[in-house]
């Protein structure tokens, strides 16, 4: 089957030896495109943040291409993080896998390990609804990339955090994200994000 999109890592606009370059103000011009009222938050952070956090290498943002035009449909954003995970929250065959790559805490039974944190994840609503990217197939293609990371760094570990919301908690269920804790965000706008992970 053809692929419709690609993913782009934001570096290669901003890389003078790359075909791809464009230089840092007309990147952020060209972002300003996008636009997500579904989720503000996705898009202040790409419009905002991506480029720095790239840059600094908190994150790498990839741009998602339709392959016809090159035009942005989506994006997203990963990060190596540590995450905690409960052993009582998680089926004992997961537990098999995740400690293979985790340090066990016996005390307080949980478990400590690098994963791979999908830190954004948006489609771009300035399309219509035929031409926006399916929402499975961003996914997707995020997980194909990390995929690729996983070849040469090892690693089983995927995990996001999102809204408490019953929609998208069921679409992250529907491609394989399980449940396992959920925080309270700090700061003016205190909220629940629940978080899931998926073993690869």
């Not at 464009?22 to 991506?50: I, T, Y």
């Not at 190596?80 to 016996?106: F, G």
């Not at 961003?138 to 929609?167: H, P, Q, W």
Request: glycine share 4%; charged share 30%; hydrophobic share 40%.
């Amino acid at each position: 089957m053809v692929k419709q999109h690609r993913a782009v890592n934001i570096r290669d606009f901003l890389e003078k030896n790359k075909a791809t370059f464009m230089g840092e103000q007309k990147l952020h011009e060209w972002l300003q495109s996008f636009s997500c009222p579904p989720n503000p938050d996705v898009e202040r952070f790409l419009k905002r943040n991506a480029v720095e956090f790239t840059k600094k290498d908190q994150s790498v943002t990839y741009l998602v291409l339709r392959n016809t035009d090159a035009e942005l449909v989506g994006y997203f954003s990963l990060a190596l993080k540590p995450v905690t995970i409960r052993a009582d929250r998680i089926s004992k065959s997961m537990a098999r896998k995740i400690a293979r790559v985790s340090a066990l805490n016996e005390e307080n039974e949980t478990y400590t390990a690098s994963a791979y944190l999908i830190a954004q994840l948006g489609k771009n609503f300035a399309f219509s609804e035929e031409q926006r990217i399916d929402g499975t197939e961003l996914l997707e293609i995020a997980l194909d990339t990390i995929s690729r990371a996983k070849y040469f760094l090892g690693g089983v570990i995927v995990f996001l955090e999102c809204e408490d919301n019953e929609a998208l908690m069921n679409f992250y269920a529907r491609n394989g994200f399980k449940y396992f804790d959920s925080r309270i965000t700090s700061g003016d706008d205190c909220h629940k994000l629940n978080q899931l992970l998926k073993v690869v």
